[in-house]
């Protein structure tokens, strides 16, 4: 029988890690991030250049530091603190700031 895969189930019978990231707000300064914001960082895809925000971070750098927590903390929590940082950061309001309150978000 097919595991489940999808909205219902992750394929397996254990549930999702918890994110062990935070976003952390811009302009914070670099000594009052703590591990859980650097973590965040370094998950964050937004900062090699996606969509209108500005690469701050080569690619061969964010590449290797998104193996290398792969590798201290497995693929799944990976991801989930990928699609936390994703959510977090692109949410409805930096869109709408984005672009406009013309958008198809109305």
Not at 28 to 44: D, H, R
Not at 55 to 78: C, H, M, N, Y
Not at 93 to 103: A, M, N, P, V
Request: zero cysteines; aromatic letters at 6%.
């Amino acid at each position: 029988m097919a595991s489940p895969v999808g909205p219902g189930g992750n394929g397996s019978e254990r549930p999702l890690p918890k994110p062990n990231v935070v976003v952390a707000k811009s302009g914070t300064p670099p000594y009052e991030l703590s591990p859980e914001a650097i973590k965040g960082i370094l998950v964050n895809p937004i900062y090699a250049g996606i969509g209108p925000f500005p690469r701050t971070v080569e690619d061969e750098a964010w590449v290797r530091a998104g193996s290398k927590l792969i590798e201290e903390e497995g693929p799944e929590q990976f991801l989930v603190n990928l699609l936390y940082v994703l959510r977090e950061s692109l949410d409805e309001q930096l869109l709408r700031e984005i672009y406009g309150s013309g958008s198809d978000l109305d």
